[in-house]
């Protein structure tokens, strides 16, 4: 067995590098990419909740005190701040499809808003601890995978009794439009439903991929270069002017002819080594031509020597 040469031994360091990198890079790459992602649509999400709070306050604060001035036959859904929240994200979801907002209740006034299976678990929930203030996690649609963030709707303030405490003391006409069966019964700090969100995912998530993959390539690329310009120099530095002076020096073993050149080429090292290798050959040579001059007779003439 032959120990492996310095080109194997280079190729074999040079590519548990490039694995060890690839793999190192690459994954932890797309688990940055995934976990700013989250963190982006997190925030988009905050916003955005904030700003269907804002319009539900501005609702209950401008809108709401002027529904007493108005007749006892009239109601409309605009002065109702769950409405204009919800119509408000409902033509944003018009241009921006994933981006939904819902406040579904567990015994909603309108129909539309009846809390989903999921929704329902949220508000449990919800209501099981009050100090909970949001929850947020990724669902997985058909299309899509999206960020939601739900956050309780409780009663505090005496102002929403006025519609959802008894049928009796809300508008008349909000009761003949939606009727006095559902939506009422609510009580002061109770959680009656929530406010949910979603943002969408999957573009994020894509788009971090195809960086994860540029990435892949780039290093595939520099490695691939640094491969073979380092194989390549190693070749004409290394081992072919190694090759040589190993030749040159075993021939230099068993002859004498020192006019037989050495290497020129190749890295410093090697060149120094030729040099010592060079110095080497002439001092024996040297030596032998001296000790051939003293006593031819007690046979100093090396074998293979052809006389010096
Ligand atoms: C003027 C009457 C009125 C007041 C005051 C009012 N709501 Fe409502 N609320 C409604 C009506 C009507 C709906 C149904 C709107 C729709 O068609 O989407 C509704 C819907 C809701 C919903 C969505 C679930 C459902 O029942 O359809 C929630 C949650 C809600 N209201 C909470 C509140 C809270 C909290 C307050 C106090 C800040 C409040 N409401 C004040 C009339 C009112």
């Known amino acids: 067995m ?3 040469g310095v ?4 190729r074999r360091i040079l590519l548990s590098v490039f694995l060890f990198a690839l793999l190192a890079g690459v994954g932890g790459f797309y688990l940055l990419l995934q976990e700013r992602a989250l963190r982006q649509a997190a925030s988009e999400a905050r916003i955005l909740l904030t700003s269907a ?11 709401l005190p002027k529904l007493s001035r108005l007749p006892e036959e009239e109601f409309h859904e605009e002065t109702v701040p769950s ?27 309108s129909p539309a808003d009846l809390a989903t299976p999921f929704e329902v678990e949220l508000i449990r929930r919800f209501r099981a601890d009050p100090a909970l203030d949001e929850i947020s996690g990724i669902r997985a649609t058909d299309t899509d995978r999206l960020f939601y963030l739900s956050r309780p709707i409780r009663v505090t303030q005496e102002r929403c009794l006025a519609c959802h405490g008894t049928p009796d003391r809300a508008p008349p006409a909000m ?15 109770e959680t009656v439903g929530i406010q949910i969100l979603t943002v969408p995912l999957t573009e994020a998530m894509k788009g ?10 780039g290093l595939a690329l520099v490695f691939g270069v640094a491969y073979v310009a380092l194989t390549l120099s190693l070749d004409a530095m290394v081992v072919r002017p190694l090759r040589a002076l190993s030749s ?3 021939a230099a073993s068993q002859s004498s002819d020192t006019r037989r050149p050495l290497p020129k080429s190749g890295a410093g090292e090697i060149r120094d080594l030729a040099e010592a290798i060079e110095r080497l050959r002439t001092s024996l040579g040297k030596a032998l031509v001296q000790l051939g001059g003293r006593g031819g007779s007690r046979g100093a003439s090396l074998p293979g020597r052809e006389g010096g």
Do not use: C
Not at 175 to 189: D, E, I, L, N, P
């Open 2 to 4: 032959h120990s492996p």
């Open 53 to 63: 709070l804002a319009i539900r306050e501005y609702t209950t604060d401008h809108i």
């Open 208 to 217: 971090s991929l195809e960086l994860v993959g540029l990435l892949g390539l």
């Open 7 to 10: 080109r194997r031994t280079v």
């Open 175 to 189: 009761v003949a439009k939606y009727g006095s069966t559902a939506g009422f019964g609510w009580r002061m700090g």
């Open 248 to 250: 040159a020096a075993s």
């Open 83 to 109: 409405y204009a929240a919800q119509t408000v994200f409902r033509a944003v979801a018009r241009t921006y499809r994933a981006y939904t907002y819902r406040e579904p209740a567990l015994n909603p006034t």
